[in-house]
């Protein structure tokens, strides 16, 4: 069948894109499901910053690539093989397609799963399979096991979770990526209780859902930074009780003042090591860092070596909120449906699939926190 995608070539192609055109919005094939594979209408797919470290290069990915790993949408067609899934299921993606059968899917940590980031690297389908070509009829690889910069895409039945229908598609798309990613890294790998003090640095998507969940875990108290007023203002309505911006005051000065000492978690998702250290500094003796956002790969940070044994301190990665999709995707939107996590304030606007370029340039200054793309079958 044809659909209308948005197809990266090459990485590195310079700001501002509206000029440049990293994305080339054109008709390409896409062959239909094979065995374990399932046809989804995408409705809506989130713009998160991990789309964009693959067009400005800081994350490498084998080119040419149909983007996108942040959506929601509906079944169309199952292969064979696909027992769970039926068309007309509404569905999530995860963005780590997990096999279910390797070590780490075996003890519970299947974001680490080896068969799932295997395909990821190498641009394909948990089966090894790529399904889309372009006009030239040259293969085009799969981002993420998800490409949702698609009006159809074909995923792998592990890539998805079958949601509640009367949750509208442009809010779940949110869950797969932000909202995992930020509320899984406060319950999931911080594990944080009640009382304890936590700082957020940036206030993206994936921050202000770190903010969501630390207000759900009954932290206090929650200190938002980042260097743009609105993103402070909205990190107040997620439920932060502090504001630090970072252009005009210290953020570690301000945050030991704050809490008498520093925080006991501190959360970094800006994908700078630079922040990345300064939310180290901002902890307390026995108190725990976790970096969410993905910096450059050739990026190192260094701390002081004698902090982390004479004062017990932690640095612990969170990737994917450390979750269980099947188990933590429905959890976090019944508490979206019950009114304990304000998801909606992350949807700064909805674009067009052509607008997709401009988008991304706003993203890259700051000036949203998820714009989400409308496709198909909202």
Known sequence: MKTLAAVLYEMGRPAPYRESRPLSVEEVELEGPGPGEVLVEVAAAGLCHSDLSVIDGSQPRPMPMVLGHEAAGIVREVGPGVHELRPGDHVVFSF?????????????????????NRANAAGTLLSGARRFRNAAGEPLHHHLGVSAFSRFTVAAQESLIRIDPEIPLEKAALFGCAVMTGVGAVVNT????????????????????????????????????DVRPEKL?????????????????????AIRDLTGGGVHYAFE????????????????????????GLPHP???????????????????????GSAVPRRDLPRFLALYQAGR??????????????????????LARGEVVRQVVRLGAA
Do not use: W
Request: aromatic fraction near 6%; hydrophobic fraction near 45%.
């Open 96 to 116: 780590v397609p997990m096999c279910g059968r390797c070590f780490y899917c075996a003890i519970g940590r299947p974001v680490l799963c080896e068969n799932g």
């Open 190 to 225: 911080a594990r944080v209780e009640p009382g304890m003090s936590v700082a957020v640095f940036g206030l993206g998507g994936v921050g202000l859902s770190v903010v969501m969940g630390a207000h759900l875990a009954g932290a206090y108290p929650i200190i938002a930074v």
């Open 233 to 253: 203002e909205l990190a107040r309505k997620a439920g932060a009780t502090h504001g630090v911006n970072a252009q005009e005051t210290d953020p570690v000065a």
């Open 269 to 292: 998702s800006v994908g700078s090591e630079r922040v990345l250290i300064q939310a180290y500094q901002a902890t307390r003796r026995g108190g725990t860092t976790i970096p969410i």
């Open 298 to 320: 050739e990026r190192m940070f260094s701390v002081p070596a004698v902090s982390i044994v004479g004062e017990e301190r932690t640095i612990k990665g969170s990737y994917m």
């Open 341 to 362: 996590l304000p998801v909606d304030l992350l949807l700064s606007r909805l674009i067009r699939l052509e607008e997709i370029n401009e988008g991304f340039d706003a």
